[in-house]
């Protein structure tokens, strides 16, 4: 059980797969016996991370790929999102809440806020020109351990 | 995965159901479909049902606000009910739910806005 269980997904940047990622990640986590509110919360944040990739990685670019690697260790779910995208110049900024360098699209400015509180770990690293990639982890309080 | 936008004039009030998803692939059409009820119909306030929602992403908080700006500009009210625990966390997290009455079912939400009228 100490060896991770690795998954890996890499995809077009178009917004209709964006329900694919999410649905894909859930099923991959599903086997940890999450809570529905640990799947929500799985699913948001793959949500917010491709949503991102996709609009402000790559302009809505389809001819960009987002690659989404998953990892299972124990009971934690490990995720890395990654775009080869435009990269973010001021990342203090954008973790602002409410912060969008794209209001006239009506972003809320509320993607990282979520990430942060939906996940346990969060780390974003960027550079401009070159991508962005998001790190984060989640302890799955199996639903099986209520009965062991 | 996609979403049904499902709308109901009663007097004065629009009332928008959400059937599906809403994340940044959707909201487009919540966008344009309220857009078009808000300026060319006949209804002064708006009740969004989310009764039927299954996921919401940032996305769907962004659509929400827009509209909500574009009816306090005209002088209307919304008001949001069934919300389930995922979508009112994010409405907690954003401060949304500070300008947005929430009530439990559409009846509820209804009375509250023939008061307001």
């Known amino acids: ?148 | 995965m996609s979403l049904q936008v499902e709308l109901e004039h009663y007097r004065n009030v629009l009332i928008v159901r959400l059937h599906g998803e809403l994340d940044h692939h959707t909201a487009d059409i919540v966008r344009f479909k309220m857009e078009d009820a808000i300026l060319h119909g006949s209804s002064d306030h708006v009740i969004l049902s989310l009764k039927q929602l299954q996921f919401m992403d940032s996305s769907g908080l962004g659509v929400i606000l827009g509209r909500y700006k574009q009816l306090k500009a005209k002088g209307g009210q919304m008001v949001v009910c069934d919300v389930n625990q995922g979508v009112y966390r994010l409405f907690e997290l954003s401060g949304l739910f500070k300008i947005l009455p929430i009530h439990e079912n559409e009846r509820l939400a209804l009375t509250s806005l023939e008061v307001v009228s």
């Open chain 1, 1 to 148: 059980m100490n060896e991770a269980n690795e998954m890996t997904l890499t995809f077009s940047a178009r917004s209709e797969n964006e329900a694919f990622a999410r649905i894909a990640v859930a099923a991959f986590v599903s086997q940890l016996d999450p809570t529905m509110e640990e799947l929500n919360d799985l699913k948001t944040v793959i949500s917010e991370a491709v949503t991102n990739a996709i609009i402000h990685g790559y302009d809505n670019d389809p001819d960009g790929k987002v690659t989404i690697e998953a990892s299972i260790k124990g009971d934690v779910v490990k995720l890395l999102i990654k775009d080869n995208g435009n990269g973010i110049e001021d990342l203090d900024l954008a973790r602002q809440p409410l912060y969008t360098s794209k209001p006239e699209l009506e972003r809320s400015g509320m993607g990282f806020t979520i990430m942060e509180n939906f996940m346990d770990g969060f780390e974003v690293s960027s550079e401009p020109g070159t991508g962005t990639s998001i790190a984060m982890t989640k302890r799955i309080e199996s639903k099986k351990a209520l009965f062991n």
